[in-house]
């Protein structure tokens, strides 16, 4: 299935900006980056469980947010880019 | 159509603190803020066109990306939210 998350992760305080860290390296081993706190994911029903998993256990549900949104079939190409917006390569397997 | 738009701008100046307050004032007037830079939007084509190019008329397009995702009809509720991050209500008209 294809994913697009997206995070806010409060960063007022240290622990805040592990906590970023930690987001965005989880994230990275699920998809591609596309903007600071948003990644274009492709994954399957099992791997999507792991990284709900992993994010429930980073973030601080009381400040944070993170909101996973099913994307159609063509998804990461059927989207409006403006500015340096660049399209990503989704063909190469990312899971480590 | 229900879109999901996404915006980073470059902060490092107060000309780009300027776009980015000038982005989250435009995409208020077409839809629902999730976090810090997404929005939840429900619009026709044209209304489409006109949110494209007010955002093109905004940002700096070396600096700053704006990414804007199709989503399916349940796009808004068919999502996995973790922490903070609370459901929106669309029912209500928002073109101002």
Redo the contacts between chains.
């Keep these: 299935m294809q994913l697009?998350l997206?995070?806010?992760v409060s960063t007022i305080d240290p622990e805040g900006r592990r906590r970023l860290r930690q987001m965005a390296k989880l994230c990275e081993g699920y998809g591609h980056r596309?903007?600071?706190?948003?990644f274009e994911i492709t994954c399957t029903d099992a791997e999507?469980l792991t990284l709900?998993d992993g994010?429930?256990r980073i973030?601080?549900?009381?400040?944070?947010?993170?909101?996973?949104?099913?994307?159609?079939a063509n998804?990461f190409t059927?989207?409006?880019?403006?500015?340096?917006?660049?399209p990503v390569p989704h063909h190469d397997p990312l899971i480590m």
Tied chains: 1, 2.
Excluded at 34 to 38: A, L, M, T
Excluded at 59 to 72: F, Q, T
Excluded at 78 to 86: E, T, W
């Design positions: 697009l997206t995070y806010d596309v903007q600071k706190s948003v999507l709900l994010a429930n973030i601080d549900p009381g400040e944070d947010s993170v909101r996973i949104y099913r994307l159609p998804g059927a989207l409006y880019r403006i500015g340096n917006a660049k």
